[in-house]
């Protein structure tokens, strides 16, 4: 038997963008023919972008991908290029069979050569949970697919397929393969990377195959793409794999006879806090850059939720490109306003004070509020003043709350919550912590300049809207609240378990109801890219207007 090249294009497409990717997967596969490979491989759904939602229901977008995929075909073959099989994701929206427009499209993967469609596989297994809803859109596919390239059969399978037992991954168990080809949009989580090497594992063992795994990259909305494309043997070893959260050609060959395995490039794994932080880079990166932004704006306060926002921002998309916002109130400490100047020199930042007091007492001589509502107001004036400025200059404005606050509803409605993306959203407060120190010890190890001041990691939280505020006068110390968010969101865990994990019923009962009534919150703030298996929107879904309490013992 012949060796055979196969490259994993892992690259960033934009939904709807069909001209763009195209461009792109032209491109790579060029690059991928000068390095001599004979098979390369796209993630999943790369002519149309991932996830396409009910734009797979359209027969305009259907028809521009269906056209789009024999347009690659017959430019790779008009540049002599036809030899090469160009595996890629797209929307199916005609029967494999009989080639007659069908009731629902397919999630496909199609297989490129001299000029048209070889062969195409539609997705078996459709997944309906987290932040899938692909019963709603997509029909499900029933047959296995084997092309042969160089004498060698390649199986496909698409994400989803070697997730689940039985279909037609199963039946390729049977038919001897040489390797089985993966199309993936699989979404970054923390922690999911060996999830999905264990599963991959698990499918190469059974169809005693060497298993390849092309991941899609970048953001799109609220989810973040990371790559880290691999290649298994059939004993379930690593022989390759591409680095996270860039673009990458990752070439691995498969040797002559089925008992060998061959190594390529191995990236080196990263570590969870480097992980994540990329992750929230990249989905601000993918937001701002797909959606034509140049700048972003944001509230500089002296504390760590702004500062990690200004700091993600600098590094995801320039320093150059961010202006920060001091917007002191009468309250505000000279040590805040200092930290906020010194992050933005750091971060080489645009920086402008801007006082809201004048704004504050134009209401007041109106209004005459006290208390919360005084405080609101305060951080009403400063969403306004965001807002204004972002129609005035362009920016997009980013929320820098937290989940934690976020889970208990501790943020001002069109005030601390207005904005177009929120970097933080899916990251609770003592998260928040650890990447702060994260990103000033990674800085302090290449010998540059830490971007976060130390003194706004170390004081005391504080929204300072009344005199000697500090965030821990409302709610329990960040590390038990966070502790009993984990237990209640993440696992869905009621007041009886909580109690039973040794949480006291006070602070149980107080941070449930929190929760409950903040749902409301939860719907009106912006989207922000989901890190954690258990994100707010996508993920939980619970009702506004309901009556449900949790039961005392």
Known sequence: MAELRIAIAQIDTCVGDISGNVEKILSWTRKASEREA????????????????DLALRGSFQRAAERALFDIAHTLEAEGLGDIRVVVGSLGALALSDHVPMDRPTNRAAVLCHGSVEVAYDKHHLPNYGVFDEYRI?????????????????GLAICEDIWQDGGPVAELEDVGISVLLTLNGSPFEEGKSQVRLEQAQRRARAVGAPLVYANSVGGQDDLVF?????????HGEVVARAPKFVEDLLLWD?????ETCKFGPIASALEPDEETYRAIMTGLSGYFTKNGFKSVILGL????????????????????????????????????????HDLAQRIGAHYRVQPIAPFVDAFQSQ????????ENLQARMRGMTLMALSNAEGHLVLATG????????YSTIYGDAVGGYAPLKDLDKSRVWELSRWRNNYAIDRGEIPPIPESSITKPPSAELRPGQV?????PPYDLLDAVLDAHIEHAEGRAELLERGFDAHVVDKVVSLVDRAEWKRRQYPLGPKVTALAFGRDRRVPITSRWREPEM
Do not use: C, W
């Not at 029909?139 to 060698?152: D, I, L, P």
């Not at 998309?317 to 505000?332: A, D, F, L």
């Not at 937290?402 to 509803?409: F, I, P, Y």
């Open 471 to 475: 965030d821990q006068d409302s709610l």
């Open 138 to 154: 997509f029909s499900s596919g029933n047959t296995t697919t084997v092309f042969e390239v160089k004498g060698r059969r390649l």
């Open 226 to 234: 990371d790559g880290g494309s691999f290649v298994v043997s059939a």
């Open 367 to 374: 209004l005459h509020l006290t208390g919360v509502a005084e």
């Open 254 to 258: 498969l040797a002559e006879d089925d």
């Open 402 to 409: 937290n989940k934690s606050e976020l889970a208990v509803g």
């Open 38 to 53: 004979d098979v390369v491989v796209f993630p999943e759904m790369t002519i149309t972008g991932y996830p396409i939602e």
């Open 301 to 340: 306060s002296g504390g760590i939720d702004s500062a990690l926002v200004a700091a993600v921002a600098a590094d995801a998309i320039g320093g150059e490109n961010v202006y920060g916002v001091s917007m002191p109130s009468v309250y505000s400490s000279e040590h805040s306003k200092d930290d906020a």
